[in-house]
């Protein structure tokens, strides 16, 4: 059985579970038979994308999690249970309420655009990136920095930016980051910060 339908079979049994309902209940509601609920939660029979949609919106539980473990299992160190037991429940809200109320719009447009616009890269794979270049020395992020807005100004300077209309990056924000993270390595700092710098709205 190949490892994308156990991860299937897996994250149907769990929602059920985590919802309280049974398989005769979950049978009832999606108008099939018991035996075909239990098929499909030992990886028997393969289940079509519109049933097993159809299976969320019976157990009214959102499927975007689990439909994200399904295809990236390696985004959940622990599994089923990153999904089940949410303990990032309280930070999931602190982010809703900032992209909700806090965020400046350019701030909203470059998110929309990071997760969902067709640029090209993973987004979960540029998150990876971007987590691994916040765990290196800041020498080392001052150097990217610093490739990165080079990169950036060729690409300007030859016509090759891959999405014009795109919301583009505020160099301003950029070149001050890149001349407080340079002071702070010269200073032994481990980190920096800007200041006189509002962000754009």
Not at 71 to 94: C, H, M, Q, V, W
Not at 171 to 179: F, G, I, Q, S, T
Request: aromatic fraction near 8%.
């Amino acid at each position: 059985m190949v490892e994308h339908r156990i991860r299937v079979a897996e994250a149907i049994a769990a929602a059920r579970q985590d919802a309280g309902v049974s398989q005769r209940d979950l049978a009832e509601r999606l108008g099939r038979d018991r035996r075909t609920i239990q098929k499909w939660e030992k990886g028997e029979m393969k289940i079509t994308l519109e049933d097993f949609l159809d299976i969320f919106d019976a157990l009214k539980i959102p499927v975007e999690a689990y439909s994200k473990w399904i295809r990236n299992p390696e985004l959940f160190p622990r599994g089923l249970d990153d999904i089940r037991g949410f303990s990032t429940d309280k930070k999931r809200s602190a982010l809703a309420d900032y992209y909700n109320h806090q965020a400046s719009p350019l701030e909203v447009e470059q998110e929309y655009y990071f997760l969902f616009a067709n640029h090209g890269s993973s987004c979960d794979g540029m998150y990876q990136q971007w987590m691994a270049n916040l765990m290196t020395p800041l020498r080392d992020r001052k150097r990217i920095c610093g490739q990165i807005i080079d990169n950036y100004n060729e690409a300007l300077a030859t016509g090759a930016i891959t999405d014009p209309d795109a919301p583009q990056p505020n160099m301003d924000v950029l070149r001050a980051c890149y001349e407080a993270s340079s002071q702070s390595v010269q200073n032994g700092d481990s980190g920096y910060a800007l200041s006189g710098l509002k962000a754009a709205e």
